[in-house]
């Protein structure tokens, strides 16, 4: 059985095969399996070398049709909701980022970049600059597999290794970004993996950081705590009897937060949202009808405009 690690703590680390990093490795197989399909949403020709790279067993397996036949059926069954999600999400966010380039933003911020490849895989305007901001040992890992890889990226790309716990925006300017150039900024995936206090404080680290005319792309889960619950006592624990010990439910933090549309117009944004469904229908896909995500159709898609 592979563990990927306990529960969350102050000042807890991780690498991409633990704790809330094994999160980014599944979400990046999922970008995978999700470009492979007839009619894709999204095509990420990097997410499964990456996938490979980091090494879990299950994840590899699941990826290169080298799972158990016994058991292969039942692990896909479980992916086969999750991949449809995370396509319509990496969907949204990779629009985002275009519409944004479109409009004349040339900075971006990725919060919690994890397998991220966008700054390989998009097409960015000329001149665009991309920071990506994770763990050191994150950042480290996948700048060192995509160089092995041959892989360029699409933009200048400036890599920022803090902890969002810490005085990340400091860490950012000094490795060049400018506070007074509108920028996009995305927080996909992360909010529930924040206390709630944090994610009041990243909101109030990004509003200070951007000049007016910035954008910024998030997505808010109304009981997000249950929502990574639910996945335990289903995802999680069919993974588990095929060798994955994930533990969703000790990844997250618990207790009531600001609905993040809400805060963010407190700060002076201009908040437009929708909810997962309608992001799906938006998108020509079917929500899928399937017990293991019941609660993530709950989910809010945020795009928010500054000043």
């Not at 290794?161 to 990340?168: E, G, T």
């Not at 808010?220 to 249950?226: M, T």
């Amino acid at each position: 059985m592979e563990r990927t690690g306990g529960a969350r703590s102050p000042g807890d680390t991780w690498d991409l095969a633990s704790s809330v990093g094994t999160t980014a490795t599944m979400v990046a197989a999922a970008r995978a399996l999700a470009s492979r399909e007839a009619d894709p949403l999204i095509d990420d020709p990097f997410a499964a070398p990456l996938v490979r790279a980091v090494g879990i067993d299950f994840f590899n397996r699941l990826l290169d049709g080298e799972l158990d036949p016994a058991v292969a059926q039942d692990a896909t069954t479980a992916a086969r909701p999750m991949t449809d999600v995370m396509a319509v999400r990496t969907r949204f966010f990779d629009d985002f980022f275009l519409a944004a380039g479109a409009a004349g933003i040339r900075q971006a911020v990725i919060l919690a970049a994890g397998l991220d490849s966008r700054a390989y895989r998009l097409g960015w305007p000329q001149g665009s600059v991309v920071y990506e901001i994770d763990q050191p040992e994150v950042i480290e890992f996948k700048s060192a597999t995509l160089a092995a890889l041959g892989a360029e990226p699409t933009a200048l790309r400036r890599t920022v290794a803090v902890d969002l716990r810490d005085d990340w925006p400091e860490a950012l300017r000094r490795s060049g970004f400018d506070a007074t150039q509108p920028t996009a900024w995305s927080a996909e995936g992360l909010l529930v993996y924040l206390p709630p206090d944090a994610q009041d404080r990243l909101f109030d680290s990004i509003t200070a950081s951007s000049a007016p005319g910035s954008r910024l792309a998030t997505e808010y889960h109304p009981d997000g705590a249950a929502t990574l619950g639910d996945s335990n006592d289903s995802v999680g624990k069919r993974f588990a009897e095929h060798g994955l010990d994930l533990d969703f439910a000790n990844l997250v933090y618990a207790g009531e937060r600001r609905p993040a549309g809400d805060y963010l117009t407190e700060l002076g944004w201009q908040v437009s949202g929708c909810s997962r469904l309608e992001l799906f229908e938006a998108y020509g896909r079917r929500f899928p009808d399937d017990p293991l995500v019941t609660r993530m159709r709950n989910s809010v898609a945020i795009e928010a405009v500054f000043g």
